[in-house]
């Protein structure tokens, strides 16, 4: 069995694929099991953003993950082939650290990765999914993004999701001090979006969610108010600038919704930003003359501004990465053979116990104490080395010097000068 890192991310996907294979977090314990359930797969994580979907699993047969993921999602195999990465071993552990320490996300040095990340273990855990090597690996992820953030500037000056936002909102309003905000949802990339917006003092910010409670703890955090997703056909056209980012498998907001609203505002302009993978915002929103729509890829090109000042940043976490890549290598390496030292101890001590009550039957029958210690050191020097000595004399002649230099090795033996 192997360890492999399988998924698709924004670099090697578009929004429209990545969307289709999002796992949900209420769902994501049940999938562990049913992913576990197949035979060759032994353990398993998944890690599911906006950015990526991720398997990492322990077993013999990548094309397992593939095909269950494909099958999860209601695709085919083929339709996500084009789009997924397929790394085993030392490349898969090197994709961990790097994804983990913010170097392959679309905002470099972001840290919203490590929380996602701990969703991904604790559901493993709470699945029965998460063995010896996965738990490793994740402890050792951990470690190496903390060495990368503390010992390296690669979050220094990063622009987040939610900075990007209101950079693109002052490109079109003069001041965000005269807009109202509506922000649907209640989670962190919300609560980001809110504490960025908040700052420039807005006209007005609601907040719209499912669980109105919810809701009401952000409003009452900043000063704004609450309302349900029912109430958004009515609500929507009060708000200039509307950011979502829901767990809603279907779009909250439609074409149809939104040109009610643009009616009502005798189209004044409305700016959206939709942060949900899968959309909140139906595609076609955007096509509207009066609404300027940006997704969570749109937002990627505007936070990556500024990396290349970074450069010896990401050059000194990829040094630091490949340290820890070939210190966790060295711990798999010797992880692989503990099943072989364990037998040969084993196979030693039977020897060492059946000699041993040799002996003390010969010396409660009274025989001389050093001729029985004698006989003990010789019988167990010879039952030692007969395994070795035996595979010597019967190796073939072209294996025989091989051998002759690993036993040398193994029993360090001292070359003759």
């Known amino acids: 069995m192997q360890l492999y890192a399988i998924g698709l991310n924004h670099q090697t996907a578009p929004l429209n694929v990545r969307e289709q294979v999002v796992f949900h977090s209420e769902r994501l314990v049940q999938a ?30 990548p094309r397992v993950a593939v095909e269950w993921m494909a099958h999860y999602h209601d695709l085919k195999p083929q339709q996500l082939e084009p789009f997924l990465y397929k790394l085993n071993q030392e490349k898969a552990v090197k994709h961990a650290f790097r994804v983990a320490s913010g170097l392959d996300s679309m905002v470099l040095g972001e840290t919203q990765i490590l929380g996602q990340f701990k969703t991904a273990i604790r559901a493993a855990e709470s699945a029965g999914s998460m063995g010896l090597l996965l738990n490793k690996l994740f402890q050792r992820t951990f470690a190496v993004a903390k060495t990368v953030r503390s010992e390296t500037e690669i979050g220094h000056n990063t622009v987040s999701m939610a900075a990007a936002a209101v950079q ?47 809701a009401g703890q952000l409003a009452e955090r900043f000063l704004g108010r609450a309302i349900s997703l029912n109430d958004l056909p009515s609500q929507l056209a009060l708000h200039d600038i509307v950011v979502s980012s829901t767990a809603s498998p279907l779009p909250i907001l439609g074409k149809g919704l939104t040109e009610s609203a643009l009616a009502k505002r005798k189209h004044r302009p409305m700016m959206m930003f939709d942060l949900a993978v899968p959309r909140d915002i139906e595609a076609q929103v955007g096509q509207l003359d009066d609404v300027f729509l940006y997704t969570v890829d749109d937002l990627g090109k505007i936070a990556k501004a500024g990396q290349a000042q970074r450069k010896n940043a ?77 595979a010597l004399n019967h190796a073939l002649s072209s294996e025989q010097q091989a051998l002759a230099e690993w036993l040398t090795r193994l029993y360090q033996i001292p070359r003759p000068e």
């Open 32 to 61: 562990l099991v049913e992913l576990v359930a197949c035979r060759p797969v032994k353990e398993a994580a998944i890690v599911s953003t906006c950015n990526r979907t991720e398997i990492y699993c322990h077993s013999d047969d």
């Open 314 to 390: 990401v050059e000194q976490a990829e040094v630091i990465i490949e340290n820890q890549v070939t210190d966790f290598m060295h711990w798999m390496g010797n992880r692989a053979v503990v099943p072989t030292i364990r037998a040969l101890r084993d196979n030693a001590e039977r020897a060492r116990r059946r000699e041993v009550e040799r002996a003390l039957r010969k010396l409660n029958t009274g025989e001389d104490p050093q001729r029985v210690i004698e006989a003990l050191s010789q019988a167990l020097t010879n039952k030692l080395m007969h395994p070795p000595t035996h």
């Open 168 to 214: 693109l909102a002052e490109r079109i309003y003069p001041s965000i001090s005269e807009q109202s905000i509506l922000f649907i949802g209640a989670g962190p990339m919300i609560e980001l979006c809110a504490s960025h917006f908040a700052a420039h003092h807005p006209k007005r910010l609601t907040f719209a969610n499912r669980t109105e409670a919810r």
